[in-house]
T-cell receptor
Framework: GENVEQHPSTLSVQEGDSAVIKCTYS??????FPWYKQELGKGPQLIID?????GEKKDQRIAVTLNKTAKHFSLHITETQPEDSAVYFC?????????FGTGTSLTVIP | GAGVSQSPSNKVTEKGKDVELRCDPI?????LYWYRQRLGQGLEFLIY????????KSGLPSDRFSAERTGESVSTLTIQRTQQEDSAVYLC?????????????FGEGSRLTVL
């Protein structure tokens, strides 16, 4: 089955700096790669996703890049704000089972 | 409803008791997933449903865990003879079409504490 690894497990940045979280996957059949944000006491919420036919996608301060050859994808958050502090999960799927990374706890220091 | 609804939001039980956790997915969503999240940990897959059938039960930790879904809507996760290691948040998610990659909508979870 698919194996998704995520790094780093914790990340602290100064407000206004950029944050990058990286994930690798093992199953070349995976074709959809979402990123979820989980705030304390809440369920994860989708923030951005990318499909395998695209190399990069951007939505305001958030971007995701995908390298299918190397089987890795990354989340980039620019101009970080305190409200970006949360746990972020990457995932990979072929459409049925979703495989999640172990999460990155991001802290943005004001 | 507007989103995925889970109940109870919080459950405290004694070791050895049975518990039932309920998930109401978004209306019309055919796929439904259960995940377990231990404190400070990632999302551990338990089971998913396509309609009322469960093609993949591989994540259920033991035969004390079971789940069903009826009418392509409500799902119930049952844990029998609970153990302390079952303490976790149980998250339910639904998506529009099973087998077609798309957004998972999560509920806020049911926090289970086994004393």
């Amino acid at each position: 089955g698919e194996n998704v690894e995520q790094h780093p497990s914790t990340l602290s940045v100064q407000e206004g700096d950029s944050a990058v979280i990286k994930c690798t996957y093992s199953d070349s059949a995976s074709n959809y790669f979402p990123w979820y944000k989980q705030e304390l006491g809440k369920g994860p919420q989708l923030i951005i996703d990318i499909r395998s036919n695209v190399g990069e996608k951007k939505d305001q301060r958030i971007a995701v890049t995908l390298n299918k050859t190397a089987k890795h994808f990354s989340l980039h958050i620019t101009e970080t704000q305190p409200e970006d502090s949360a746990v972020y999960f990457c995932a990979a799927t072929t459409g049925n089972q979703f495989y999640f990374g172990t999460g990155t706890s991001l802290t943005v220091i004001p | 409803g507007a989103g995925v609804s889970q109940s109870p939001s919080n459950k405290v039980t004694e070791k050895g008791k049975d518990v039932e956790l309920r998930c109401d997915p978004i209306s019309g969503h055919t796929a439904l997933y259960w995940y377990r999240q231990r404190l400070g940990q990632g999302l551990e897959f338990l089971i998913y449903f396509q309609g009322n059938s469960a093609p993949d039960k591989s994540g259920l930790p033991s035969d004390r865990f079971s789940a069903e879904r009826t009418g392509e809507s409500v799902s119930t996760l049952t844990i029998q003879r609970t153990q302390q290691e079952d303490s976790a948040v149980y998250l339910c998610a639904s998506s529009l079409v099973a087998g077609v990659p798309g957004e998972l909508f999560f509920g806020e979870g049911s926090r289970l504490t086994v004393l």
